[in-house]
């Protein structure tokens, strides 16, 4: 049971312009929402992340948007940077669980 | 600024074999985590410690066993590999106190491990 589900395995985005990553959740107790990148051979590293109680938080370049509704949240990147190109994975939390549970991962590439 | 050490950072065990994977962290964070990550997935955690002598299965502790017997290590023991286990392992680290609530965790660089 994927109770995140990011199901873009991957998405291409030219040097300068926007990426957006997207992420789906079924568990309606989720209540705290991340973003990690990853580059090859190194560990996971905390982009940025997302309370319930708001529907948006911005930090530099990255604005990630939560819909509780549609249960749905996504990662803006603008202007993207060739730097950016990693795997970008999702990650839900809920209720002191202390348990972070991951999507798939997107592997975003920035094209020059 | 070593953050959250893993080692070793490649390993090829046979069938049936045992091996410890090592995790330390300087950070002095009272939760500490294992996770495996299979090709085109995301990470499933193995195991986890809320502290010193207390730990607690996740989502997929089959096949492995843990301890933490300091603040700071944080082992993961397989006992008789198979080729189900390889993957890589990432071992994280995140401070936890009531009125930090943000879970950011710290991951070390991942364990490649090859059962044959």
């Known amino acids: 049971d994927q109770q995140v589900k990011q199901n873009s395995p991957s998405l291409s985005v030219q040097e300068g312009r926007i990426s957006i990553l997207n992420c789906d959740y079924t568990n309606s107790m989720f209540d705290y929402f991340l973003w990690y990148k990853k580059y090859p051979a190194e560990g996971p590293t905390f982009l940025i992340s997302?309370?319930?109680?708001?529907d948006k938080n911005e930090d530099g370049r990255f604005t990630v948007f939560l819909n509780k509704s549609a249960k749905h949240l996504s990662l803006h990147i603008v202007p993207s940077q060739p730097g950016d190109s990693a795997v970008y994975f999702c990650?839900?939390?809920?209720?002191?669980?202390?348990?972070?549970?991951f999507g798939q991962g997107t592997r975003l590439t920035i094209n020059p | 600024n070593a953050g959250v050490t893993q080692t070793p950072k490649f390993r090829i065990l046979k069938i049936g074999q045992s091996m410890t994977l090592q995790c330390t962290q300087d950070m002095n964070h009272n939760y500490m985590y294992w996770y495996r990550q299979d090709p085109g997935m995301g990470l499933k955690l193995i195991y986890y410690?809320?502290?010193?002598?207390?730990?607690d299965k996740g989502e997929v502790p089959n096949g492995y066993n843990v301890s933490r017997s300091t603040t700071e290590d944080f082992p993961l023991r397989l006992e008789l590999a198979a080729p189900s286990q390889t993957s890589v392992y990432f071992c994280a680290s995140s401070y936890s106190l009531v009125t930090h609530y943000s879970n950011e965790a710290f991951f070390g660089q991942g364990t490649r491990l090859t059962v044959v």
């Open positions: 997302i309370s319930s109680i708001k």
């Open positions: 990650a839900a939390n809920y209720g002191g669980a202390q348990k972070l549970v």
């Open positions: 410690s809320v502290g010193a002598g207390i730990t």
